[in-house]
Nanobody, 124 residues
Framework: QVQLVESGGGLVQAGGSLRLSCAASGRSFSTYAMGWFRQAPGKEREFVASINWNGGSTGYSDSVKGRFTISRDNAKNTLYLQMNSLKPDDTAVYYC?????????????????WGQGTQVTVSS
């Protein structure tokens, strides 16, 4: 059974940092792109970052570019999101996901496995 489990969320002050992790189990995803999405209360789920199958290519939303870094460790079947210079607008539930293709992918229909999410709250 495929499972994605996010961790590392929490409460942080504006300007602080958090590192999210997403541990995958049930199968290897080393040939597929992975991504992070987020959903704030009352808003639609939005793309945050994506990484291709071998970590050689990444993509970010304009709102997090320069502050967040996505990475992966295929040997550990784990995805990461380093979040720096956090802002109150970054408050959301963050989800990791596995795409159905190997290259950087920014849209939700191309993701077919999702985690349950981890809450990130940034106080002002």
């Amino acid at each position: 059974q495929v499972q994605l489990v996010e961790s590392g969320g929490g409460l942080v002050q504006a300007g602080g940092s958090l590192r999210l992790s997403c541990a995958a189990s049930g199968r290897s995803f080393s040939t597929y792109a992975m991504g992070w999405f987020r959903q704030a209360p009352g808003k639609e789920r939005e793309f945050v970052a994506s990484i291709n199958w071998n970590g050689g290519s990444t993509g970010y939303s304009d709102s997090v570019k320069g502050r967040f870094t996505i990475s992966r460790d295929n040997a550990k079947n784990t995805l990461y999101l380093q979040m720096n210079s956090l802002k109150p607008d970054d408050t959301a539930v963050y989800y990791c996901a596995v795409a159905n293709r190997g290259w950087v992918t920014t849209t939700t229909p191309q993701y077919n496995y999702w985690g349950q999410g981890t809450q990130v709250t940034v106080s002002s």
